[in-house]
C-alpha cells in the first residue's frame, strides 16, 4: 500500500484587507478555502489556477512557510520550496548563502562543504557565486535557489514557477534533472507553472484551484482539458464581463464582518 506524503483536510488561509487610508483593516478574505486532497509518495502534481486563485499560497503551505487557519495539514518528510527569492538573504553572497542555509539545517561542516560544491556545479554561476545575491538578476536567484534546494535532496519538492525566468538552457537541465527526481528517486513533488506543456509532460496528477477553493484533482491531462477550458471561455468574454465575473469571484472569498466571534479570534480580541 502506498504512503501518503500530504493530507490536507479543510484546509482554510485567511489574510486581511488593509484599508485604502491606511487604518485598521475590516475585511478578511479567504486566500484558500476548506481545501482537502491527498497525495501520496513519488506523485508529480501540477498545480494550476489562474493569477490569484492561491496557488502561491498553497506553495508557501506546503513548504511549513505559512501557517493554516482552518483544518489539518499533515506532512511526511522534509520539504523545500524553489521559487525566485525565496529563502535567500539579499545583503549575502551566493556562497554565504549556501553556508547559512546548510547551518540553519543543523549541518556539519564537512557537508555544508559538500552541499556547496554540488550547488557550484549545478548552479553554473561562476564568480558570481561570491558576490551579494542583490547583484543577481532574477534568473541568477533562481539558479541559486534551484540548486541549493536540489543539494539538501528534501523528500517533498514544491517548485513555484522557479524555471519561468532565466535561460531556457538551465530550465531545460532541471526539468532534466526533476524527471530523474521523479523516476529514480521516488520524490514528490509539487509543480506551479503557466507553461501548460511543460505540466502535461512532466506531472501525474493535476489539482485545480480556483477562487481559493478546489475545482478538480484527478489525471493530469483530464484536469488539464477541463482548466484550459475554464481560461479559453473567460479569455473570449469582452473586457466589462470579464471584470464582473472576476469581482464576483472576489466577494464570494470575503468573510462577513458578523462573524465577530471568528474576527476577534483572529485578531485577539482587536474589533
Known sequence: MTEYAVKVDHVSKIYQLKNKDGSH???QFYALQDLSFQINQGDVVGILGTNGSGKSTLSLILAGISDIDEGS????????LIAIN???????????????KGALLGLKKKEIEQITQSV??????????????????SGMKSRLGFSISLALDPDIFIVDEALSVGDKGFAKKCMDHMMKLRDDQNKTIFFVSHSMSQ???FCQTGLWIEGGKLQRIGPIQEVCDEYEAYVNELNALDAKEKKKVLKKKFDQRLIPIQKKGFWARLTGGIK
Open 120 to 137: 557550484i556545479d549545478f548552479a553554473e554561476l561562476g564568480d558570481f557565486l561570491y558576490q551579494p545575491v542583490k547583484k543577481y538578476s
Open 199 to 201: 505540466v502535461r509532460k
Open 25 to 27: 483593516a475590516t475585511k
Open 73 to 80: 495539514l499533515d506532512i511526511r518528510g522534509e520539504q523545500a
Open 86 to 100: 525565496t529563502g535567500l538573504n539579499p545583503q549575502l553572497t551566493g556562497e554565504e548563502n549556501i553556508k547559512v
